[in-house]
């Protein structure tokens, strides 16, 4: 059964640096895997989607990278903001035809310290 | 503007009461999702729809109920044999059944046990 998981559970950086977020999934078999935003109490803002037979997405300032054959993605922000300051959750398919199941990780929650 | 809603954003349940939580959405997507969403848990499915007139049970199905009557509603009820119903809840749509579709989430309802 495909777990996801996301480590740190939290993590907290100065304005302005660069970071990385990393999420792991035991069954490399995936269709896609996607990042999400959760501001608290709020619902969930999709921010990036990789198809499986891709390596990296990209929008604005952030960079989303897959290593199926690891299990591994990555979600790199550029010059965080202290906006930034969310709770980010990963989510892969396991295949198109299980396309009514997405298996979300735990989330890290992320502050931008002014 | 296009989107997702839900109601309330808190309710409050008493012992022994079914409680119904509301998703709308004028977005014209076919599929419709519910899931729960526990502290330091990922969001785990309750249930999807297809289509109108359909749905299918997700991960933790036991406890809830849900009807399709018109493509725009999705209602959720929670019903008394939901032992631990305290959670947030977050309904979701997309085109079509999450394949290649993105996902889109509405702001939640926080679900409370008095």
């Known amino acids: 059964k495909q777990e996801v998981t996301q480590i740190p559970a939290a993590l907290s950086v100065p304005e302005g640096e660069n970071l990385v977020l990393n999420c792991s999934f035991t069954?490399?078999?995936?269709?896609?895997l996607q990042w999400f935003r959760q501001d608290p109490g709020k619902g969930l803002t999709s921010l990036l989607l990789?198809?499986?037979?891709?390596r990296e997405q990209t929008s604005g300032r952030l960079n989303a990278s897959l290593d199926k054959s690891s299990g591994r993605s990555t979600l790199y922000i550029a010059a965080s903001q202290p906006g930034d300051s969310a709770t980010y959750l990963c989510a892969v398919l396991g295949s198109k035809t299980s396309y009514d199941k997405v298996i979300f990780g735990p989330g890290t929650s992320l502050s931008v310290i002014p | 503007d296009g989107g997702i809603t839900q109601s309330p954003k808190y309710l409050f349940r008493k012992e022994g009461q079914n409680v119904t939580l509301s998703c709308e959405q004028n977005l014209n997507h076919d599929a419709m999702y519910w899931y729960r969403q526990d502290p330091g848990q990922g969001l785990r499915l309750i249930y999807y729809s297809q289509i109108v007139n359909d749905f299918q049970k997700g991960d933790i199905a036991e406890g809830y109920s849900v009807s399709r009557e018109k493509k725009e509603s999705f209602p959720l009820t929670v019903t008394s044999a939901q032992k631990n119903p305290t959670a947030f809840y977050l309904c979701?749509?997309?085109?079509?059944?999450?394949?290649?579709?993105?996902?889109?989430f509405g702001p939640g309802t926080r679900l409370l046990v008095l």
């Open positions: 979701a749509s997309s085109i079509a059944l999450a394949g290649d579709e993105t996902q889109y």
């Open positions: 990789i198809q499986s037979s891709q």
């Open positions: 069954d490399s078999a995936i269709y896609n």
